[in-house]
């Protein structure tokens, strides 16, 4: 019987070609060149050849609703949340309540004894990268018990090859031929005999790419799709006299805090943190030491003390207003408070926009995307990027400007990813704000070199932590940078 609606494309038909017979497999496929579609072509071939009875599909909750409604647009197979499931046949489990609730773990559990045998799909299976995770540690348990599984994921590999270790354990341990990460790690992995537990050098890549090779279809975008052009540009405005002197002064107070004999280097990651703050408008000074506020003659109370700017709003609504008429743009942002700042700015020019954040209950998120896509009135979206970069299809907008970045270029791409995917027709626009401080540049060069600023930080420290003379270079190398 066929439960599909659509049809396969050419590269979907190779993976399904490759991986029908296996009871184990994985699909390493880009965002947007449809993993979902792919899995559901696979998911019909064992149902007709009664190797499965019932599909438990485990995704993170913000891409839940997405999930369904792929479903429901490709196929005719019934879908249901675990929370109200019943008979439908493939039952949708979050992430997280793998990890936070015991009450529909145990439903998962007691389901998968129930339906033999089932399917179970790990979707982002790069989130389960962590073997002493609660939610990994789970899901191997129930992997035990499920005889046909799949994982899905665009972005296998996010820190190095020790990300491969869980989900391929997940879909069987003969797969890498080690039974524990200890073992593992004995093989592939070199750490510093001076900072343990930092992995140093990587051996035998080649062994796990050989034995992976047969369980895997990997594909990028420009492999397979026939997308119109992106394109870059970056938008700038410049501290205000206020700005700069706060910003010089968060910058100076945490580098005096790093003691040469006793060095720690979270003072510049909490830094990062509050340089970025600063540049992107808002920040409230109460969160620091008031010791840190004299400085040249200057004594500021920051228990009353809190700054901000709506300069990079400002410009970030000017290059809205650049976007042709009728076009949908996302504005993206890192920050709540900058979501504060943006909407006193778009009120102002009576702009009309919904917004999703962290404290956008899903109804609401669900309404203010909708609206997004649907109305002719409302063209702007206004995303909190550590929320929205997973699970959206925004193929309706072809601009996105990034109101400020975030330091994980994995998020970055992941949310790029929302417009450029299969079913978008148009050029794609991207616009990042920026000021000219040193934050925003070292963001800005962290992202074109596809790292983490954050992690490259942490390593510089860790490189240089027992020698006294490297560190007084590394302060006065932050000094300049930042």
Known sequence: MNYLKTDLFKHQQQAFNKLKNLKACALFMDMGTGKTRTALELIQNKLNKGKITRVFWICPCSTKKNLISDINK?????????????DEFICVIGSETISKSDKYYLKLVNLIKQNTPSMLIIDESHMFKNP????TERISKLSNQVSNRMILTGTPVTQGIWDLYSQFYFLHPKILGYNSFYAFAANHLEYSDKYPGQIINTHNTDYITKKIN?????????????????????????????????????????????????????YILNMLNYLHRI????????????AWSYSKGNYIKTTEFKFKNY??????????????????????????????????????????YVYVNGKSKLKE???????????????????????????????????????????DYAKRIQSEDRIYRIGQNKNCHIIDILSFSGIDSMIEKSISGKSNLARIIRQQINEIKDDKEKIEEFKKKILNEF
Not at 279 to 288: E, F, K, M, N, P
Not at 331 to 342: M, T
Not at 371 to 383: A, R
């Open 74 to 86: 490709h196929s005719i197979f019934s879908a249901a949340y675990i929370e109200n499931i019943q």
């Open 132 to 135: 002493k995770a609660v939610r």
């Open 214 to 266: 047969p369980y895997v279809y990997q594909i990028t975008k420009k492999e397979c799709l026939d997308l119109p052009p992106k394109t870059y540009s970056d938008a700038y405005f410049i501290f205000d006299d206020e700005q700069r002197k706060i910003y010089d002064q968060v910058k100076e107070y945490f580098i005096n805090k790093i003691s040469i004999d006793d060095f720690n280097g979270e």
């Open 279 to 290: 540049a992107s408008g808002y920040i409230d000074l109460t969160v620091i030491d008031e």
């Open 311 to 352: 300069d990079r709003a400002i410009e970030t609504v000017e290059q809205l207003k650049l976007t042709p008429k009728g076009s949908k743009t996302i504005i993206w942002h890192k920050f709540n408070s900058d979501l504060e700042l943006l909407q006193h700015v778009l009120d102002k020019e009576q702009i009309k």
């Open 365 to 407: 998120r669900d309404k203010a995307i909708e609206q997004f896509k649907t109305s002719k009135d409302i063209n702007t979206l206004v995303v909190n990027i550590n929320i929205g970069n997973l699970g959206l299809n925004l193929q309706e907008a072809n601009y996105m400007i990034y109101y400020n970045s975030t330091f």
